[in-house]
């Protein structure tokens, strides 16, 4: 996913991307510790620059609400599509993108819905037969 983010944009490199799967009361706490917005969100996403000796490339931290994308999603095939879209999302705001408007919203969700569907992500997700 990281990789079509930034075929589409200037992003990275990254040295390292770590995924934290939290619910709502967690995700609350993240995001008014970190962003200071009130209430829980369906991903936060933060970059943390290099440190002099390391290898070079940022780090970034993609906070991805599981509760949310049960409630929203509402079983485990549609679940698992709303996980990924915030997956797509973490990752289009890694690569500098931000959704303020909704004009910048809607070009978002478009190329996030493009890169689930080359990923074909829908078919991931199909009932095991």
Request: aromatic share 4%; net charge negative.
């Amino acid at each position: 996913m990281l990789a079509l983010a930034a075929r589409d944009g200037a992003c990275g490199p990254w040295r390292e991307l770590v995924l934290v799967l939290v619910d709502d009361a967690v995700c609350a706490k993240i995001n008014v510790a970190a962003l200071g917005h009130a209430g829980a969100t369906d991903v936060i996403t933060m970059t943390y620059p290099s440190v002099p000796g390391e290898s070079p490339g940022d780090s970034a931290e993609l906070v991805l609400n599981l509760e949310r994308a049960w409630l929203l999603g509402g079983n485990v095939r549609d679940s698992s599509q709303e996980l990924a879209l915030y997956l797509a999302h973490g990752c289009d705001h890694l690569c500098g993108r931000d959704d303020a408007t909704p004009a910048a919203r809607r070009a978002m969700r478009r190329r996030e819905l493009r890169w689930l569907g080359e990923l074909d992500v829908p078919a991931l997700f199909a009932p095991c037969a």
